[in-house]
């Protein structure tokens, strides 16, 4: 007889379904094999552990005996975590849009005992609702459909996986230029909303990626229409709700167009992806109120996102206490109790009232009082949510997802060396360094780098975008530290990932290796998701690697790469950003070339001005005995000027005249 078999996975989110009456199966042969046994069609549920939606699923429907019972007769069930088997989560998400429906989670599939898609959705009510049908009417039609129409089943089957099957030919009719870069980013600067910030409409997501490219195209053009859409975007992101005023950290996104409302589950990703965005917008603006969010983000990262092992955690659940948001919002009662007489300015500030602003509840935020103001009053607010962050830290928590992502935490590093390096904080890059010796001294095993770790359990190959982002936070690291190990450690990475995942005929990286799990398709593609891509971020890792080694078989695959999916681009700019900014790089070739001179103290100062200030489309290259550049490289032959330490920028394999003088380096980095 049939049971849960999940209470053995080690991911928190199956953990959360060991106990369900449904009988769930984690992804594999044992699954696939019953369900050809049975000739039964396979109920896939795809879901993460932060997510409210599947907990409202999971409680009206996987929690339920009546459900249960007829999900048990009907179909073999599969319980996946998308966190944890991306490959999947990735193939079957494809495979709903290409069925006309929005993605999103939970995740609901049902498959042939082969794994082909035939239909899907994504949360469904236990009962019908607002014209929508209840999830046991679902189950017992499309069992019955799958018993009684055949034809039909396999008719979008075919059609279904065809379509998952179409690749993208290399590039034959068009060429990408920087106008047609331009011209992209243009066409995004018209979607964006320049009063409230991110893209126009609700819900709102960060959409770092997309921001990521508008502002290099406004440091490029010098235009300041292009920088002020993100520096409004970020200003209203760290003063709305979605961003966590006392604890730090932003949530994964808005429910409205104002960024008040979160949903208030907080992803590793996200937050790595916004501080990186944060670290080069301060860098420029010298905002005061973006490096407030980068310190205390991080201090959140240092607080509740660290494991054991020194690496990073996943993300935190929006509930708890079966409440989305409940940890944190407040009620006026409460902040009076424990604010006292500073109670009404705080409330004035920070949007609180009798009645709320959300749901009868006060969701913090400091939308309506604009920027940090006054020195005193500010001091006093910053006691203020210390008062609230050590009283809310007495209510339930929200669930941890412990386990740990390689392509994740590749994410975090990167952001934690850039911002160790435009602070000069060594705590921050002590944290970097500890997270990738983790990974790369327990997660790679055999030279094979693997995705999920938790309880001193590695499981499943990673991802291309495993590889994609371990190689920019080694990069990231030997920007900031100098140690040739990391670039020598990004180096092998790249070889590991170039042997598995290049895809020989077309050009550009597939997700998955060719030793990996076979799944029904092997997807390729260059579009981002809520992460960038790993042909982008690989195409931007290797002109790194070209600027750093001179390598130029480094340079070439970059051009492969855009052209496989230069037609592509042309067809879908909304999500190629990535490449879009990689090619961007690719134009410039920007280096910044360090020759030391003497004494010590003068190279680290001036490595320290040269590293808080250099732009992140730069490659920084310091000229010593463990790295001297060949005779092909622009560094060859460069030296320190009279024995002091001499900055040279190079673009397209062309040097500037040397600097010594640290204004002149510093507004040099700058104009960049």
Known sequence: MSKNLLASEISPYLLQHKDNPVHWYPWGNEALDQARKLNRPILLSVGYAACHWCHVMAHESFEDNETAKVMNKLFINIKVDREERPDIDKIYMNAIQLMGEQGGWPLTMFLTPKGEPFWGGTYFPKTSNYGRPGFIQILNQIAEIYENQ????????????????????????????????????????????FNHGGLKGAPKFPQTIILDLLWRTGIRLSLPEYRDTVTISLTHMSQGGIYDHLGGGYSRYS?????????????????????????????VTAEPLFQQRIEETIGWVQREMVT??????????????????????????????????AYDVFAQIYDVSETGNWEQVNILNRLKSGHPGNDDIEQTLS??????????EGRIRPALDDKILSDWNGLMISSLASAAMAFENNHWLDMAKKAHHYITTTM?????????????????????????????????????????????????????????????????????ADNAESLIVRTRSHHDDATPNANGIMAQNLIRLYLLTSNQEHLDRVDQIISAFTTDIFQNIFNSASLLVAFEMRMALLSVIVAPGKPEKLNQAMLATVRTNIPATAALLIINEDSAPAKNHPAHGKSAIDDRPTIYICQNNICNSPLTETEDIIQALIAL
């Open 308 to 341: 054991n092992e020194g690496a990073f955690s996943a993300s935190l659940d929006a509930d708890s206490e079966g409440v989305e948001g409940k940890f944190y919002v407040w009620s006026a009662e409460e902040i009076k109790l424990h604010l006292g007489s």
């Open 150 to 193: 055949p034809d039909k089943v396999k008719t979008n089957c075919l059609a279904i996986t065809q379509a998952l099957a179409k690749r993208t030919q290399k590039n034959k009719t068009h060429t990408l230029t920087i106008d047609i870069t331009t011209q992209v980013a243009n066409r995004l600067l018209q979607q964006m909303d």
């Open 255 to 283: 429910v409205d167009e104002i960024w008040l409302a979160p949903h208030f589950e907080k992803m590793l990703y996200d937050n790595a992806l916004i501080l990186d965005l944060l670290i080069r917008a301060f860098q």
């Open 444 to 512: 790679i095993i055999e030279g094979k780098l693997h995705h999920a770790a938790r309880m001193q359990k590695i499981q499943h190959l990673t991802t291309s975008e495993g590889y994609a982002n371990m190689i920019r936070a080694s990069l990231a690291l030997h920007q900031a530290t100098g140690n040739i190990q990391y670039l020598n450690t990004a180096i092998q990475l790249n070889s590991s990932l170039y042997e598995h995942y290049w895809d020989h005929t077309d050009d550009g990286y597939f997700f998955t």
């Open 383 to 392: 006691q203020n949510r210390k008062t609230l962050l050590k009283h809310r």
